[in-house]
């Protein structure tokens, strides 16, 4: 058992900065993401004798991740997008190096939760539609039309660095 214990907290160890992030891009949100990581990490040492022997335990966290992730804006069915943030935010510098633009991230916060989460998957994750579909319990044929109407609207509101500095 110890050795068990041991895999599992070395992974942590080593996995959950990263997992961290990718909980963030999924929620927008700090704190989600810490609850989203937590969760997950929970779930998964409660099954890491059974995990540690995939290939991949890291994708069965992702996947738990963006699992959670959908179950909670599915039961809160809004958001709740406030100006003000009353704390200080999150930053990392993994992120803000993969960020390149903030505008991006504050236009991609704005969306519905289902674009937002299969602009992620698709994008971030570089998930296949029917990968994103499976994950998310829906249809391809919804994923490829979430994605378009996500982009629309991306495309409607945010304006790219480089063109922003070209105006």
Do not use: C
């Not at 969760?39 to 995939?54: D, F, M, Q, T």
């Not at 997008?81 to 916060?109: F, M, Q, S």
Request: net charge positive; aromatic share 8%; no cysteine.
């Amino acid at each position: 058992m110890a050795v068990e214990a041991d895999g599992f907290e070395t992974f942590v160890r080593s996995r959950s900065a990263a997992l961290l992030r990718y909980g963030y891009v999924l929620s927008g949100n700090a704190h989600d993401a810490a609850d989203l990581t937590q969760e997950a990490l929970a779930r998964l040492g409660a099954s890491w004798s059974r995990v540690r022997h995939k290939a991949d335990p890291e994708s069965y966290v992702r996947t738990t991740m963006a699992r959670l992730h959908i179950s909670w804006w599915r039961r809160a069915r809004r958001e709740r997008i406030v100006d003000d943030v009353p704390e200080k935010g999150y930053t990392d510098a993994a992120l803000e190096r993969a960020d390149g633009d903030a505008g991006l991230w504050r236009a991609l916060g704005h969306l519905p939760p289902r674009q937002r989460a299969v602009l992620v998957l698709r994008y971030y994750e570089q998930l296949t539609d029917e990968e994103i579909g499976a994950l998310l319990g829906v249809s391809r044929v919804t994923v490829r039309s979430q994605a378009a109407r996500g982009l629309d609207k991306l495309r409607q509101n945010w304006i790219p660095v480089a063109r922003a500095a070209r105006s």
